[in-house]
């Protein structure tokens, strides 16, 4: 996704057993950009697919991810309309933009990760949870300058819906 859009939910009729949920997306970027914005993010998709070891184990393609990430962009608080587009291609993105791109990223290449929405000292704050070998694991790529996956326990300072999330212990499932 290019661009968050703003969205509104119409429920009609507001109440009864049977409803009908509308959903409109509104995006300030016209169809045709987001198209061409799509085609240029694409290259850095395919170049961190040929940066990951084939063979390699799930631990060291997440670090290898991690490491394409964190070595080719500059963290810059700063939000944008297009948080993928601003993040590839100006190399400017917030925590939600690294945590969305590196879980696409890992999507990508058959890793499966989750981006989570909480607050790290009490700031609003992205980070993404991974699965190493049936093990779920919290990666903040901007907490750290390198690979550290973390488990629930050493994620002092971080909050989070814990209930809508698998826990990270570290151990398989």
């Known amino acids: 996704v290019m661009e968050i859009p703003d969205v509104e939910v119409r429920i009609c009729p507001e109440q009864g057993d049977v409803r009908v949920v509308e959903l409109v997306f509104r995006y300030s970027t016209d169809r045709q950009t987001l198209r061409s914005m799509r085609e240029q993010v ?47 291609c100006q190399g400017v993105g917030d925590s939600q933009a690294f945590a969305q791109i590196y879980t696409a990223l890992c999507s990508r290449i058959g890793l499966q990760a989750k981006s989570v929405s909480g607050t790290r000292n009490g700031e609003s704050h992205w980070w993404n949870l991974i699965n190493i070998d049936g ?5 903040d790529l901007l907490g750290a300058k390198r690979f550290a996956p973390l488990t629930d326990e050493a994620m002092a300072g971080y909050e989070w819906d814990r209930e809508a999330l698998p826990a990270a212990t570290g151990t398989a499932e």
């Open 42 to 88: 694409q290259p850095v998709f395919s170049s961190a697919a040929l940066y990951v070891t084939g063979d390699a184990g799930e631990w060291v393609k997440f670090s290898q991810l991690h490491a394409f990430l964190t070595e080719r962009f500059d963290y810059q608080l700063q939000s944008a309309v297009t948080p993928a587009y601003s993040l590839l």
């Open 135 to 139: 093990a779920w694991y919290h990666l």
